[in-house]
């Protein structure tokens, strides 16, 4: 199973972007990637997902503003975030999920992202 670290996070004023990074310790092939949050007292929700094949989906809070990428020669996923509101505040978490009949999960320890002027 891939170790992940999320990177990226940090204070940014209404209207800004944010670029994460979710660095895994091994290949990413094979894995579905997510990005995942979770705000204070609420439940964790995803934010946006990209298969193996590249395939993407996004939470329909941030579509248009979010862009979910990944370079499988660097073992690394991306969420570029931008025109970030005061709801997006909350710690963002790395997944991956193996493609198989297994779905073995693997989260980060998450990076807080804080939307405020």
């Known amino acids: 199973q891939v170790q992940l670290v999320e990177s990226g996070g940090g204070l940014v004023q209404p209207g800004g972007s944010l670029r994460l990074s979710c660095a895994a310790s091994g290949t990413i092939f094979g894995y579905a990637m997510s990005w995942y949050r979770q705000a204070p007292g609420k439940r964790r929700e995803l934010v946006a997902s990209?298969?193996?094949?590249?395939?993407?989906n996004y939470a329909d809070s941030v579509k248009g503003r979010v862009t979910i990428a990944r370079d499988n020669a660097k073992n690394t996923m991306y969420l570029q975030m931008n025109s970030l509101k005061p709801e997006d505040t909350a710690v963002y978490y790395c997944?991956?999920?193996?493609?198989?009949?297994?779905?073995?999960?693997?989260w980060g320890q998450g990076t807080q992202v804080t939307v405020s002027s």
């Open positions: 990209i298969t193996s094949g590249g395939m993407t």
């Open positions: 997944n991956a999920e193996t493609e198989d009949i297994y779905k073995y999960h693997t």
